[in-house]
């Protein structure tokens, strides 16, 4: 076994999604390599546990991980919405749920599908790379508006119009199909310092493809939704993300949970009789530590929400 992900905010996911019963289930809805569950079966001996993950290659290597663990772990080959959609009514529901929004480093650095600019890869940033289309698939179909408002909405680049007119003129000559040709036409558009700033000049063209391909930002909500419906009352529900938008979606669902009315504006009267349906056990979110990013430091980005679900929600 070959695992190159170091998860992130160890300790403090410990510390904020315990085990409350001798038959707690736990819900890790984005395995990767299985890091943060390694974690809680090793501390946690009557903990079971269930793992999601939509990429075959990297759930063999949780698998391998997981083993020593035996029946204690299950497995779930797929999206993490599709689960939570599809769980069974009569199955024992989650105690605790962890969605980590993070791309593994497995797929950065042995992944072979151009997640990085770092190794000439083919472009194509699926996660499961059986359904979707892929980034060079994307970036042939766009136009040159439609990049630019995908490159700002999905990572903010402030160079969005530089870059997506580059790019849609390098089209003109073939196929955008390699992952370090984007990183050298994105290097060529933007301006100097920026081409030589604290970030590769391609970072959030990067992401912003892997968000769209992957569909990062439309699943986000569905699946917070799905998953905090499914978990039990009394459980806890986490979430790690990377970057301001991802995070901004998990703080304003996590409000929303938390107000004492959650009718339409228009409503003239509250019918849902002060729906308060989470405490919020984590105000600021939490961050890495400096000790952590110095071993870590892909965790310096990392922000971690947690709420307790105190009732279900009735529908209005």
């Known amino acids: ?40 079966l090793s501390q946690f001996p009557h903990l079971k546990a269930v793992g999601v993950d939509a990429d075959p290659e990297i759930m063999k290597i949780a698998r391998q991980r997981l083993a020593p663990f035996g029946e204690r772990v299950q497995f779930y080959g797929g999206w993490s919405h599709d689960f939570f959609t599809e769980y069974p009514a009569h199955c024992k529901r989650p105690d605790s749920i962890l969605i980590d929004t993070g791309v593994s480093m497995y797929h950065y650095l042995k992944g072979g599908r151009g997640f990085s600019f770092r190794f000439d890869e ?24 439609d990049l630019a408002d995908l490159l700002y909405v999905n990572a903010e680049e402030r160079y ?16 955008i199909t390699s992952s370090v040709v984007l990183a050298e036409i994105v290097e060529r558009a933007v301006p100097a310092a920026y081409r030589h700033g604290a970030i590769h000049a391609a970072t959030k063209t990067f992401q912003a493809l892997r968000v769209a391909v992957n ?30 938008l991802q995070d901004r979606i998990v703080k304003h669902f996590f409000r929303e949970k938390n107000r004492d009315c959650i009718c339409p504006p228009q409503s003239p009267i509250c019918k849902c009789r002060g729906q308060r349906c989470v405490t919020i056990l984590t105000r600021k979110g939490v961050g890495a530590t400096e000790g952590e990013i110095r ?15 105190i009732l279900d929600e009735v529908e209005v």
């Not at 403090?12 to 990767?32: C, Q, S």
């Not at 996660?127 to 508006?145: C, H, N, P, T, W």
């Not at 071993?295 to 679900?309: D, G, I, L, Q, T």
């Open 295 to 309: 071993k870590n430091p892909p965790s310096r980005s990392a922000r971690f929400r947690a709420v307790e679900k």
């Open 122 to 145: 083919p472009l194509d940033m699926r996660i499961d790379v059986s359904s979707g289309l892929s980034a060079a698939q994307l970036i042939a179909r766009l136009s040159e508006k």
């Open 1 to 40: 076994m070959n695992v190159v992900h170091m998860s992130v905010l160890p300790e403090e996911i410990l510390k904020y999604l315990p085990p409350r019963t001798t038959d707690h289930l736990m819900v890790d809805a984005t395995l990767g390599e299985g890091g943060h569950l390694f974690a809680f």
């Open 215 to 244: 569909g990062e930002i439309s699943r986000m909500e569905d699946l917070l939704e799905s998953a905090f419906r499914v978990l039990e009352v009394g459980g806890r529900l986490g979430v790690i993300t990377f970057d301001s």
């Open 160 to 175: 969005s119009r530089r870059i997506a007119k580059a790019i849609c003129e390098a089209k003109e000559h073939g196929a």
